[in-house]
């Protein structure tokens, strides 16, 4: 695996160019499986979890090119319904492509889902909706196989939790599905909606993206498509924290303004002002922030949770940000019990934090931080990192970079855009 060399303090400030959203195009990628016809998708990030979707889709019998961001894949004949052990441990969506197998061979069979090792992370959303909907499920806890040979019927459907994930499978079973599907308490994050977005242009019938209700009338066939994937508003939060901790300007280009208004709060909560416009933030430099207190005086608490509160994704790197701004702040994260392990790593390099439990930590700054040797934990947390490493005196050496590049496409070069002297080793 590669590594990132960083020297600390040579953050300049500039303009980045958003990519499009990873979160989004990934269970894109399965539902394109469901058509036979070819589909173009524009904005599509280069990173290695859109590889792993086309190696699964390839291995399936999609054909596809992807060059300069723009995907056009067509899957004529699907070869198999079976996806090997070792390409669904590749990542967390290869669950995904459960529902365009069973829609187009009656059958899936898969195995447990990789991804970010953050906590326990439950996939009952999933076998729920698709069982409800028709599918019978073989008990075994290693291997995950779906039979419907007559097709599967909408109905209604409750989740009890909002699974982004678990949302965007009964969406993709359901939109060819016979009948209306019902589904209440439904993730309602800006890839969902783009996912529902993608699915109208081939031909679906949903309805209510965006809120916790979405209806899908269910159609015979679906087309291909041509759909421009949305900006990721993680890779901009996360620019966004770079530039806050290192108090340097920085205009991020492609942004929609509805998708950062919590982030915005947040980020003025911790003493940092910015200016949402219609497709670029401004991040202006050379701010003095302080922990805004709750009224009476109280130390606040920020914590994570399903849209629109605060994303899960973002915390990692708000918290590398919060060592940076005067006075006392309680993160609270709800959603993984694993995710705030990497405080540890902040600790060795001079963070006044105190990891209280596995969901919360306290952090006191501003805390001038040293560089060390560091290791990337999972995508957000090895971004945080890198984060650290820039505010830190002297030199890092972030190890297993490849985990980060699995959800920041060009990371180094951006970075460089802005002024930073970077390595990879």
């Not at 969506?93 to 889902?113: D, Q, V």
Request: glycine share 8%; charged share 20%.
């Amino acid at each position: 695996m590669s590594s990132l060399i960083v020297k600390g303090g040579t953050i300049r400030g500039g303009e980045v160019n958003i990519s499009g959203n990873k979160n989004a195009v990934l269970p894109m990628i399965a539902a394109l499986l469901l058509s036979d016809g070819e589909s173009v998708l524009e904005n599509v990030p280069d990173i290695l979890d859109v590889h792993t979707m086309l190696d699964i889709a390839e291995y399936l019998g999609a054909e596809y090119t992807f060059e300069k961001n723009t995907l056009r894949l067509r899957c004529k004949d699907v070869k198999t319904h079976i996806i090997s052990r070792e390409l669904c441990s590749r990542n967390r969506t290869s669950i995904l492509f459960a529902a365009p197998l069973i829609a187009r061979c009656g059958k899936a069979e898969l195995y447990p889902p990789g991804g970010d090792v953050i906590g326990r992370r439950r996939l009952d959303g999933h076998f729920y909706g698709l069982i409800k909907l028709g599918a019978e499920m073989a008990p075994q806890w290693d291997t995950y196989s779906f039979n419907a040979p007559k097709g599967l019927t909408g109905r209604e459907l409750f989740l009890d939790e909002a699974s982004v994930t678990a949302t965007e499978q009964i969406m993709i079973a359901a939109v060819t599905a016979r009948g209306t599907t019902t589904l209440y308490n439904s993730a309602c994050e800006p890839h969902v909606s783009d996912l529902a977005a993608m699915l109208n242009a081939m031909g679906a019938k949903i309805s209510g993206a965006g809120s916790n209700t979405i209806t899908i009338e269910g159609v015979e066939t679906l087309h291909g498509c041509h759909h421009t994937v949305i900006a990721d508003h993680i890779e901009a939060g996360s620019f966004l924290a770079l530039a806050a901790a290192t108090n340097t300007p920085v205009t991020l280009h492609g942004t929609t303004p509805r998708h950062y208004w919590m982030l915005r709060r947040v980020f003025e909560r911790l003493g940092w002002r910015m200016t949402l416009n219609k497709d670029h933030i401004i991040m202006p430099g050379g701010q003095e922030p302080c922990v805004e207190r709750d009224f009476g005086g109280y130390i606040p608490q920020i914590s994570d949770g399903p849209w629109p509160q605060y994303p899960s994704d973002m915390m990692s790197c708000t918290i590398v940000a919060a060592t940076q701004s005067t006075g006392t702040v309680m993160f609270f994260e709800k959603m993984f019990e694993s995710r705030i392990y990497f405080v540890d790593r902040l600790i060795s390099m001079g963070a006044n934090a105190i990891v209280c439990d596995p969901h919360r930590v306290v952090i006191t700054g501003r805390t001038q931080l040293h560089g060390v040797s560091l290791s990337s934990p999972d995508i957000r947390a090895g971004m945080a990192m890198v984060i650290a490493a820039f505010c830190a005196d002297g030199e890092s050496r972030i190890d297993r970079a490849d985990v980060i590049y699995r959800g920041y496409e060009h990371l180094v070069d951006k970075l460089r855009a802005i002024g930073a002297t970077v390595e990879e080793a």
